[in-house]
């Protein structure tokens, strides 16, 4: 005769489970923390320390000058700030194609909808090339305009495949059922649709926001104005060492050169994820649930 749940959770093996469970949970986690707390400790190190690699997740020889000199720096804060303005206009648009496209291939009646997914799958695996992008980008008049970063990456084939599967498995009596009692297609799409998939909606969100937020090559290969830049290309150029001493603003004297060249590879990162880390949390609800529902086929 079996045992019942009772029975089974205080078993033996199923102790020795949760024993080995947990452990290699924790091992996960302390393996995924290390890199980002040993970044942060050596953000708030002197150099010296970690030059001698004396820096493991505590701060040795407390220094907060490089995080000074760079945030003291007004071209540093205008490029930030052309950050949130290129992330939050580009996820808007993007969410609005991607969600609307999608809903559209997920409909099997829909004609041409194997030519329409055709397409955007092929774009998947073949693009025009740096140069001809560079040439067309030019050509329509968007370099040193925020099209230049928005346009070309409107829609991820990854994300928009996501929510189609996902669209495919809302029921569609709902949607019957709305459109007999007189609602639109966008009325349904608007009404009905969209507050059924808060998940993969926020799910996708938080994809866009955060290629958007990291981005830099397009910006760095369109852009050649330096109040036009996201903070991501301002930060590339110091860690490559062609402003430091421009891109600061003359802040950073001879004596502070050796101090930024050692520890602003790890200011430059923990300032460019904090935004992204701060957003998670409210979002991460959703964020498996999201990925789940639109990858899995019910």
């Not at 994300?159 to 189609?164: D, G, R």
């Not at 007999?180 to 998939?197: A, E, N």
Request: proline share 3%.
């Amino acid at each position: 005769m079996s045992a019942g749940p009772r029975g089974l959770k205080d078993s033996t093996s199923y102790k020795v489970f949760r024993v080995v469970n947990v452990t290699v949970l924790m091992l996960v986690v302390v393996v995924t923390l290390y890199p980002f707390l040993n970044i942060i400790a050596q953000s708030f190190s002197a150099e010296g320390f970690i030059n001698a690699g004396q820096v493991n997740l505590v701060p040795r020889g407390f220094n907060v000058e490089t995080y000074q000199i760079v945030m003291a720096d007004r071209m540093f804060w205008i490029n930030y700030r052309n950050t949130v303005v290129y992330t939050v206009v580009a996820t808007v648009i993007a969410m609005a194609l991607t969600t609307s496209f999608a809903y559209a291939i997920s409909k099997k009646h829909l004609k041409g909808r194997t030519a329409f997914i055709t397409i955007a799958v092929f774009t998947m695996f073949f693009n025009g090339g740096m140069i001809p992008n560079y040439v067309l980008i030019n050509a329509i008049g968007f370099t040193n305009t925020i099209w230049a970063i928005v346009i070309p990456n409107a829609i991820s084939v990854f994300n928009l495949l996501v929510m189609k599967s996902f669209f495919e498995n809302l029921p569609e009596e709902l949607e019957e059922a709305a459109a007999i009692d007189g609602l639109s297609t966008y009325g349904i799409f608007f009404r009905i649709v969209l507050p059924l998939s808060k998940a993969v909606i926020a799910t996708m969100i938080l994809f866009y926001a955060v290629t958007f937020w990291n981005s830099w090559f397009q910006a760095f290969l369109y852009m050649d104005r330096a109040e036009l830049y996201p903070v991501t290309v301002y930060l590339r150029n110091m860690i490559a060492g062609a402003s430091t001493a421009t891109s600061v603003g003359g802040a950073a004297g001879a004596d502070n050169v050796a101090q930024i060249a050692s520890n602003i590879q790890a200011v430059t990162m923990v300032l460019t994820v904090l935004p992204i880390i701060c957003l998670y949390p409210f979002i991460q609800k959703y964020f498996v649930s999201g990925i789940m529902l639109g990858a899995v086929k019910q």
